[in-house]
């Protein structure tokens, strides 16, 4: 396992329920400075943050539990990126059409939850990312939920063959309905990396690009990449 690079991102992962060994696993295996947060205190000092899949009702009632609903949604206010997984995503979404309360309404997009099913009705397939570059990313669903609708402001990243929105971004939030992280991939977590590093240094790439992880003209929208 790869060992967290001199001046790498300090990237948290939520690690209250849910699968987030994997996200640190993953960041840690692409040289970055992982942590788990449990505690508002565990947010001090990291670059970025990961929401993990999981259940969604159990990681909305510990972020209360622990008082980290605040300190999130500062951390987001702050210009620090987030990717939410699956269950990451419901807390993330302004509007869970199931009828539960918003948890962390950063993402103006409506989602279902278990979209496709019972976990015996999981699957998995490959999806064309174009802001990660050519080659399809191996997606993981379990239980996942679906994006409804999207607002203005939000980039759709990557779409099922029949259209089903399923990868998004606004601004410093991505968000995927599936589990990249259980499949051996790292370039959402690359892009998120990428993220927190313009995020603590906001003069990195200054004169070359006006905006180092973003390009228009891709297809499902403009979004990021990594570079």
Do not use: K
């Amino acid at each position: 396992m790869s060992t967290a690079r001199a001046g790498a991102p300090r990237i948290g992962v939520l690690a209250v329920q849910g699968d987030f060994a994997e996200h640190l696993a993953t960041l840690r295996s692409i040289g970055v400075a992982a942590t788990e947060v449990r505690l508002p205190s565990d947010l001090d000092g990291i670059d970025g943050l990961i929401l993990p899949g999981g259940e969604s009702t159990a990681i909305r009632r510990l972020i209360d539990r622990w008082g980290l609903r605040e300190p999130i949604l500062e951390l987001a206010r702050s210009g620090a990126p987030l990717y939410g997984t699956c269950a990451g995503l419901i807390v993330m979404a302004r509007d869970i059409v199931d009828g539960d309360a918003t948890v962390l309404p950063l993402l103006d997009v409506a989602v279902r939850r278990n979209a496709f099913g019972r976990q015996l009705d999981s699957f998995e397939t490959e999806l064309l990312v174009p802001v990660l570059g050519d080659q399809p990313v191996h997606a993981v669903f379990i239980r996942a939920p679906i994006i409804e609708r999207t607002g203005p402001g939000v980039d759709v990243l990557a779409t099922l063959d029949d259209g089903r929105i399923v990868a998004v971004r606004e601004r410093n939030v991505i968000a995927t309905s599936f589990h990249p992280e259980l499949a051996g991939e790292t370039r959402f977590h690359r892009l998120l990396a990428t993220m927190a590093a313009e995020h603590a240094d906001p003069a990195e790439g200054a004169g070359r690009r006006r905006h180092p992880t973003r390009r228009t003209g891709s297809a499902g929208g403009a979004g990021s990449t990594a570079s």
